[in-house]
């Protein structure tokens, strides 16, 4: 697990109070793996989350290539050049029925920071793809780690003192700008 995956997974926990389990191997998937998979016990949903974040806004990933992430990641698409024609999409969909999870109600991208809007994507999605894909199109959404998942961690984080590295990180520097910005006024 990567400190982006890492976010987003303490995100799920903290903020959405929900189980998550990461670094997935798909079986029989060609060494594909998934990111997060997530259970929301309360609101009785599941999340599978993929994460492609640099905080390079110069990085950031155009509506081409969010398409080309959730037809690989979600669908299990593979580059023309494979042998295998079929996606590895039965492969994902016994992934989730291997961990408890009938249906993914949330198929999430999450990304830096994106100027491109989920309904841009599902409208060029469903416009180039068959219709036998359309219901897993529909659970597609984009995250922002900036924007949406640090700054609910900050907001909802308390002030223990905490065991994982990188929330305690999230925490000193939480801390830090309150500081400096109490100091400065």
């Known amino acids: 697990m990567n400190t982006a995956e890492h976010i987003i997974e303490i995100y799920m926990r903290l903020v959405k109070k929900s189980f998550t389990i990461v670094d997935v191997k798909v079986e029989r998937g060609n060494n594909r793996q998934l990111d997060i ?3 929301d016990l309360q609101n009785n949903c599941s ?5 492609t974040a640099t905080h390079r806004l110069r990085w950031k990933p155009n509506i081409d290539k969010l398409i080309e992430i ?10 023309s050049r494979n042998k295998r ?3 590895f999409l039965q492969e994902i969909l016994s992934t989730y029925r291997e961990y ?6 949330h198929r999430i991208i999450c990304v830096w920071y994106s100027d491109v809007s989920t309904d841009e994507i ?3 999605l469903k ?10 199109i529909n659970t597609l959404s984009i995250w922002s780690l900036r924007d949406k998942v640090i700054n609910s961690i900050i ?31």
Not at 47 to 51: D, Q, R, V
Not at 70 to 79: A, I, N, P
Not at 100 to 105: H, R, V, Y
Not at 158 to 180: A, C, P
């Open 122 to 124: 599902k409208k060029k």
């Open 85 to 87: 024609t079929e996606p």
């Open 47 to 51: 999340y599978h989350i993929e994460s």
């Open 155 to 185: 907001k909802n984080m308390g002030t223990s003192n905490y065991e994982d590295e990188v929330l305690r990180t999230i925490s000193f520097y939480r801390e830090y700008d309150e500081q400096i910005n109490k100091n400065a006024t």
């Open 100 to 105: 408890g999870i009938k249906e993914i109600d």
């Open 70 to 79: 959730f037809e690989k990641k979600f669908l299990g698409f593979t580059k």
């Open 37 to 39: 998979l997530s259970f």
């Open 127 to 136: 416009s180039r793809l068959n219709k036998k894909y359309h219901k897993y």
